[in-house]
Nanobody, 121 residues
């Protein structure tokens, strides 16, 4: 059974930084692409970033491009989302997800429980 556990959320001032982590277990982590999503109150869940199985390719939503960086450490079965120059509109519950396959865009079959990010203005 795949488990994804996010951590690192919290309260940050606008312009500040946070780093989220997502620890995975249950299957060969390095074989799968990963993604980060977020959902703000009253809004639909939206894509934030994705990374290929080896970390060589990443893809970002336009709203976070240039401010957020997704990375992974396959030795630690963990993906990260470094969030810099945060804006109030970045406030949401952030979820990590594991892709069906090794490359991005295949769809996601496992999801974490989420971690809350609050941005004060």
């Amino acid at each position: 059974q795949v488990q994804l556990v996010e951590s690192g959320g919290g309260l940050v001032q606008a312009g500040g930084s946070l780093r989220l982590s997502c620890a995975a277990s249950g299957r060969t982590f390095s074989s799968y692409a990963m993604g980060w999503f977020r959902q703000a109150p009253g809004k639909e869940r939206e894509f934030v970033a994705a990374i290929s199985w080896g970390g060589g390719s990443t893809y970002y939503a336009d709203s976070v491009k240039g401010r957020f960086t997704m990375s992974r450490d396959n030795a630690k079965n963990t993906v990260y989302l470094q969030m810099n120059r945060q804006k109030p509109e970045d406030a949401a519950i952030y979820y990590c997800a594991e892709d069906y396959g090794a490359t991005m865009g295949g769809g996601y079959d496992y999801w974490g429980q989420g971690t809350q990010v609050t941005v004060s203005s």
